[in-house]
């Protein structure tokens, strides 16, 4: 029996070796290629790339500010009010943070452009793109696309805030406001901070928003520049890695910070006792205001940008726009018999999408496995590793992979092929089949393994007909969480697509570009539809097997 256990520790141990192995070609090596040999760290001395920077961080502070604006009143309505017993809200205002950035900008950019949708209903608003197409209306936008993240994290905060602290402070005399100032906003601070970091680092990393609407007013940031010296000829990698080895430092700093305030900001709320929530009652006025207030959200977070998505995807000729006899499906049925590079666009988003979730699901599934059943120091540096894409962001990665595998093209032919794509999105989706599965592996009992073996059953026998089907609904979920973010991956694809390969993103950003903008609609209607219909395909047949 002991030599048994012995010949399973040592064979966990080479998969587990090779596994680490493998990660660090995979990630590290490109991470480092940032770092190694650059030449070029003068480029931060440059004054545009200067400008760049206090760009980049005054945006992502104000998308912080106005993002919280948005999401503290929203969390404190759905968690301490009455209108908490609507818990659909939880769904409609996950929408905007499930909706491709740059799809949401061009839904936002054609209703508020000059002569855009917005003024032919309303004439009267004529001048408005003036206010729209500036640095307020970016925050807007972008803010738009990244408050449900906050709204969740806070409205959790303040669910696990007990009542009795509100109602002792209310037998002291304390008012609503300063019961507010005093017990709800503390508590809070910790959790805040931590999703303040999260979204300022999702806004330093984003690219589709800047690309479509910030290039138009003229406002480069970290992934504008990277992109661009990485693309545009003459193409530079060493300053574009300059710059991306900055925005990972900024990154790997927020992520530090999060870690010390998360240890720091910790208050003792749940207990052995569950404790009472209460929700208040509201009276008519303030219930009309919340009313109002969650329609507002509604409406510029999701029907703005959707309705100028799906208007413009039905419009037959553009220049007579909002008029009656100017709709019809037109644009869906030329994607699919007419438009042929949108039939190859689609295929190889569909290509890439289950070949990258597929190697994603069993590669971070044979990880899992071997790190839950190793007892070696060495699982928390393989673990490391696997989840440090899901710290940085993912135009640099991709840059690290870019510039790797084009140093080894002579050695292994990767780089300008379809191969390089699929093993980025691996690369930059791995940490979703990871999470995933972990969180099921820590739900099984290590009774059961251990009942197994007690009948003599082999570690294969064990994995096959205990670990597996306790894991397989997280396997499914990490699967297609990395269908979803493949099928619609932009950066990845504006970056090392190979010539005149075109995916769905990269067709729809084109399409844009070039005027032809109900095609491009028309496709990024069918992209939403499909990622949706399959993450509620996903969640029905995972609460049928709960």
């Known amino acids: 029996m002991k030599n048994a256990e012995t010949a399973g520790t040592i064979k966990n141990q080479i998969i587990l070796t090779i596994l680490t192995v493998a990660l660090a070609v995979l990630i590290l090596c490109p991470v480092a290629m940032l770092f190694i040999g650059n030449k070029s760290w003068s480029v931060l001395a440059e004054k545009e790339n200067f400008q760049m920077i206090l760009n980049s961080l005054y945006?992502?502070?104000?998308?912080?500010?106005?993002?919280?604006?948005?999401?503290?009143?929203?969390?404190?309505?759905?968690?301490?009010?009455?209108?908490?017993?609507?818990?659909?809200?939880?769904?409609?205002?996950?929408?905007?943070?499930?909706?491709?950035p740059y799809i949401a900008s061009m839904g936002w950019i054609l209703f508020m452009q000059k002569r855009g949708l917005l003024q032919q209903l309303l004439p009267f608003t004529k001048g408005w793109e003036n206010c729209f197409f500036s640095?307020?209306?970016?925050?807007?936008?972008?803010?738009?696309?990244?408050?449900?993240?906050?709204?969740?994290?806070?409205?959790?905060?303040?669910?696990?805030?007990?009542?009795?602290?509100?109602?002792?402070?209310?037998?002291?005399?304390?008012k609503f406001f300063r019961r507010l100032r005093k017990?709800?906003?503390?508590?809070?601070?910790?959790?805040?901070?931590?999703?303040?970091?999260?979204?300022?680092?999702?806004?330093?990393?984003?690219?589709?928003?800047?690309?479509?609407?910030?290039?138009?007013?003229?406002?480069?940031?970290?992934?504008?520049?990277?992109?661009?010296?990485?693309?545009?000829?003459?193409?530079?990698?060493?300053?574009?890695?300059a710059l991306s080895a900055v925005l990972t430092l900024i990154c790997i700093f927020m992520w530090a910070m999060q870690n010390l305030i998360t240890e720091k900001s910790r208050w003792n709320l749940v207990g052995t006792r569950t404790a009472r929530t209460g929700y208040k009652k509201l009276k008519f006025l303030p219930s009309l205001i919340c009313k109002i207030y969650i329609v507002v959200v509604i409406f510029f977070a999701i029907i703005i940008p959707y309705f100028s998505i799906i208007s413009?995807?039905?419009?037959?000729?553009?220049?007579?726009?909002?008029?009656?006899?100017?709709?019809?499906?037109?644009?869906?049925?030329?994607?699919?018999?007419?438009?042929?590079?949108a039939i190859k666009a689609l295929l190889n988003s569909l290509f890439l999408?289950?070949?990258?979730?597929?190697?994603?699901?069993?590669?971070?599934?044979?990880?899992?496995i071997t790190i839950f059943n190793s007892k070696s120091?060495?699982?928390?540096?393989?673990?490391?590793?696997?989840?440090?894409?899901?710290?940085?962001?993912?135009?640099?990665?991709v840059l690290g992979i870019m510039i790797f595998w084009n140093r080894l093209y002579k050695v292994v032919p990767l780089y300008n092929t379809m191969g390089?794509?699929?093993?980025?999105?691996?690369?930059?989706?791995?940490?979703?089949?990871?999470?995933?599965?972990?969180?099921?592996?820590?739900?099984?009992?290590?009774?059961?393994?251990?009942?197994?073996?007690?009948?003599?059953?082999?570690?294969?026998?064990?994995?096959?007909?205990?670990?597996?089907p306790l894991i397989m609904s997280g396997i499914a979920v990490g699967w297609m969480m990395t269908f979803i973010i493949s099928f619609r991956e932009l950066v990845t694809a504006s970056l090392i697509a190979p010539p005149n390969v075109l995916v769905v993103s990269t067709f729809i950003t084109?399409?844009?570009?070039?005027?032809?903008?109900?095609?491009?609609?028309?496709?990024?209607?069918?992209?939403?539809?499909?990622?949706?219909?399959?993450?509620?395909v996903l969640n029905y047949f995972t609460k049928r097997k709960k």
């Open 312 to 341: 413009t995807s039905l419009i037959k000729l553009q220049g007579f726009g909002l008029k009656a006899g100017n709709f019809s499906f037109m644009n869906y049925v030329m994607l699919f018999t007419e438009n042929q590079k």
């Open 183 to 241: 017990v709800n906003i503390p508590l809070l601070l910790g959790n805040y901070a931590i999703a303040a970091l999260l979204v300022l680092v999702k806004t330093l990393s984003e690219y589709g928003t800047p690309a479509t609407l910030g290039r138009r007013i003229g406002f480069d940031v970290f992934t504008i520049q990277i992109h661009r010296y990485a693309t545009v000829a003459p193409v530079n990698f060493d300053k574009a890695s």
């Open 59 to 100: 945006l992502g502070i104000s998308v912080v500010i106005v993002s919280t604006l948005i999401a503290f009143p929203l969390a404190f309505i759905f968690s301490k009010t009455t209108f908490a017993k609507y818990k659909f809200a939880d769904v409609v205002f996950m929408i905007p943070f499930m909706t491709p």
């Open 135 to 174: 640095f307020k209306g970016l925050v807007l936008v972008m803010s738009l696309h990244v408050f449900p993240f906050m709204y969740t994290m806070l409205k959790n905060a303040m669910l696990n805030i007990p009542q009795s602290l509100d109602e002792a402070a209310s037998v002291f005399g304390a």
């Open 420 to 468: 390089i794509m699929v093993l980025a999105y691996v690369v930059l989706f791995l940490p979703y089949t990871i999470q995933y599965v972990n969180s099921s592996l820590s739900q099984i009992s290590g009774n059961l393994i251990s009942a197994g073996k007690v009948f003599g059953a082999s570690n294969s026998f064990l994995f096959r007909k205990i670990t597996l």
């Open 377 to 397: 120091k060495l699982k928390k540096v393989t673990e490391g590793i696997s989840l440090l894409p899901e710290m940085l962001p993912g135009i640099v990665l």
């Open 353 to 368: 999408a289950v070949v990258s979730a597929t190697i994603c699901a069993v590669l971070g599934t044979l990880i899992c």
């Open 510 to 536: 084109r399409e844009f570009e070039q005027g032809s903008v109900s095609s491009g609609m028309a496709m990024a209607v069918i992209c939403v539809l499909f990622t949706t219909t399959a993450l509620l």
